[in-house]
Structure formats: structure tokens, C-alpha cells
Nanobody, 123 residues
């Protein structure tokens, strides 16, 4: 599967952005999906994940501010980001792995990655 992320940009603190990740392929509904981010000088970290069944997970730093969702009819996963903070500045990546059920919380377990989209939050 190929993933194409979009929606990044420059936003002021307190603002919102919605990231999208469109996938190719016909079995999108069977994929577990995740959004990761990597800030300069830091390791890549999981932001949010969603299972094929719709269960979700959020990192503590974004819980209550970010929402992950999926539209299987459009082969797309979204990350709605509200109340953005300067520390949310990073390149955001979507990832996918073919599974029947469950959340995938570690980067090593994902097989497919999008190209990344830059989110910059100014103070």
C-alpha cells in the first residue's frame, strides 16, 4: 500500500489543523493505522493509533486535543489537531500495517509509511 500525507502547515498556538493520509489498495479496512511525529533532534514518537475495528489510542501529550479517525470508503485516515502548542511542531507521518484486529503502538511493527507532512506551531 502507498500512503500520501497532507494537511500540514504553519499555525499559531491555539489553532487547529487536520492531517489526512490517503492510501492506495483495496483492503484499507483491514489495516491498523497510526500517526507518528518527529521533532528536530528527537526520536520519532507515536501520536495516535486506530485499529481496523475503530479502537483508538493517544499519547498522553495529545490526549483531549487530537482525534484520529478513519474513513474506509475513502481509504483515508485523519488526525484532527486542536489547541495546538509550539511543542507539537514536528514532521508528522502516517503508517499502516495489515492486521485483522488490534492497535499497533510501536513504529517497528508498521510496514508502510507516508512521506511526512510538516506542522509548525508558532507561539
Amino acid at each position: 500500500v502507498q500512503l500520501q500525507a497532507s494537511g500540514g502547515g504553519l499555525v499559531q498556538a491555539g489553532g487547529s489543523l487536520r492531517l489526512s493520509c490517503a492510501a492506495s489498495g483495496r483492503t484499507f479496512s483491514n489495516y491498523a493505522l497510526g500517526w507518528f511525529r518527529q521533532a528536530p533532534g528527537k526520536e520519532r514518537e507515536l501520536v495516535a493509533a486506530i485499529s481496523s475495528g475503530g479502537s483508538t489510542y493517544y499519547a498522553g501529550s495529545v490526549k483531549g486535543r487530537f482525534t484520529i479517525s478513519r474513513d474506509n470508503a475513502k481509504n483515508t485516515v485523519y488526525l484532527q489537531m486542536n489547541s495546538l502548542k509550539p511543542e507539537d511542531t514536528a514532521v508528522y507521518y502516517c503508517a499502516a500495517v495489515l492486521l485483522r484486529a488490534g492497535l499497533v503502538l510501536t513504529a517497528d511493527n508498521y510496514d508502510y509509511w507516508g512521506q511526512g507532512t510538516l506542522v509548525t506551531v508558532s507561539s
